[in-house]
């Protein structure tokens, strides 16, 4: 049996692997899970060559169908499961959440090549180059962002891990794989504040010795919280600001206020972490004076790294339904995201995902971002010195006390400098010899 976790990107990639995977000479049941499926199973199962969509969390319903495969009748008695069945779609009874996450097991680590994925680089905690791991120590979001498909993943439900048992998979990572830091990619990481007051004050008494990064809202960040975080070796929060317009803001049912904003920078500038904003251009309705709102916002928070993101009409989401639903095929998912060529994908969502009113073209959009404010996407030789301080802003982690604990505490010291003279020395060599 091979289980395939799918993006909605995934699909025509993952349809031609499963169709060559059937054309071999042994049985096998191939059985799709993920966001796509569990979203819009019926987009799935029509392929003849998938056996079963996999529904919500799979953890149990993959292990229950291990166990019976290759007895039909009693495959599909697993919770969790949508099949086809004479031209039309059949599923066995659903799924409920796990209520106790502590039960999982924690990812089979031997089972994969750490040392590929705990190579120093700045895409674990983004921007800042680490030997560094994920971990998830919460599942579901209770609010109701147009642009996001969580909250019909799981239910605006809210679950976390306990304290101890992120605790024990942190203390694993360290002591077997020797990570310098690790980010928890969970949807919003502060929504039980009580929660991650604990987790902090825990790594604290467990001297992990660990840099981390998260992602939330900026109106579940507070001071007492921020400086828990900060004496736990926070060094950076990642916010989804998405605009600067409040009524792009209340458009997209992000429910906060540039209020909110602000005061959650302030809080973060106050403990010294990092803040990392994202941005949405091309929003539905968006005009250029909410763009100039937007920008203005940009000027106002001072990040230390502020990113571009066109915004995409995913299946599962408001905005396909409102965008996509009746516009893209299979062939599209491909190209809704920047895994294909840049300017491809640019041109594909101008082509068949605008959504916004002005008149400028999206890379003309983000050209004139990238001009003003520094992005990793699009670095340019500019003199201007408002420039030049925000490109110094987003390396100024060279300074922070807890990160420069961890380099020299660190076990990979000359796989650092391996990486600086792979990824940094040999650009410039390469830059200055054009």
């Known amino acids: 049996m091979l289980k395939f976790t799918t993006l909605t990107t995934d699909i025509p990639e993952i349809f031609e692997l499963s169709k060559r995977i059937k054309q071999l000479d042994f049985p096998t049941r191939i059985v799709l899970g993920g966001v796509h499926p569990s979203l819009i199973p019926e987009d799935i199962i029509p392929n003849k060559d998938i056996d079963y969509a996999c529904v919500g969390e799979g953890e149990l319903t993959i292990a229950e169908l291990t166990k019976v495969a290759g007895d039909i009748e009693k495959e599909r008695k697993v919770p969790g499961l949508v099949w086809g069945h004479n031209g039309r779609i059949a599923k066995s009874t659903g799924r409920s959440y796990i209520e106790n996450l502590d039960t999982l097991p924690f990812p089979a680590f031997d089972m994969v090549d750490m040392k590929f994925y705990l190579k120093p680089n700045p895409y674990v905690i983004r921007g800042v180059p680490l030997s560094a791991f994920y971990a998830i120590s919460s599942r579901g979001c209770p609010y109701r962002c147009t642009y996001c498909a969580n909250k019909d993943l799981f239910g605006q439900t809210f679950r976390a891990r306990s304290p101890a048992n992120v ?65 736990a070796g926070c060094m950076q929060i990642d916010f989804g600001i998405e605009s600067g317009s409040q009524y792009m803001l209340d458009k997209l049912k992000k429910d906060i206020t540039l209020r909110q904003i602000m005061d959650a920078f302030a809080i973060c500038k106050k403990y010294g972490i990092r803040q990392f904003a994202n941005i949405m251009i091309n929003l539905p309705g968006e005009t250029r004076e909410d763009l100039e709102y937007t920008k203005e916002l940009i000027r106002m928070m001072n990040a230390n790294i502020t990113i571009f993101n066109v915004t995409t009409p995913f299946p599962g989401t408001d905005l396909y339904q409102d965008f996509g639903k009746n ?9 809704m995201a ?60 060279v300074k922070d006390k807890n990160y420069l604990k961890v380099m020299l505490r660190s076990k990979k010291k000359l796989e650092y400098v391996s990486w600086i003279k792979d990824n940094i020395m040999k650009k410039n060599l390469s830059t200055n010899a054009m």
């Open 167 to 231: 605790i024990e998979e942190l203390e694993l990572l360290k002591n077997d794989y020797k990570i310098d830091g690790v980010y928890f990619y969970d949807d919003t990481f502060t929504i039980d504040g009580q929660r991650v007051i604990k987790l902090c004050r825990e790594m604290r008494e467990k001297k992990l010795g660990l840099v981390w990064a998260c992602e939330t809202r900026v109106n579940v960040i507070f001071d007492k919280i921020v400086k828990e975080m900060s004496q």
């Open 327 to 335: 516009n893209l095929t299979h062939d599209d998912y491909a190209y």
């Open 338 to 397: 920047s895994k294909v060529d840049y300017n491809d994908f640019v041109n594909f969502i101008e082509k068949k995902c605008r959504m916004s009113k002005y008149d400028d073209k999206i890379m003309d959009v983000l050209d004139e971002l990238w001009d003003e404010f520094p992005n990793a996407q699009s670095i340019r030789l500019n003199l201007n010195k408002n420039y030049i301080k925000g490109v110094l802003k987003a390396l100024d982690f």
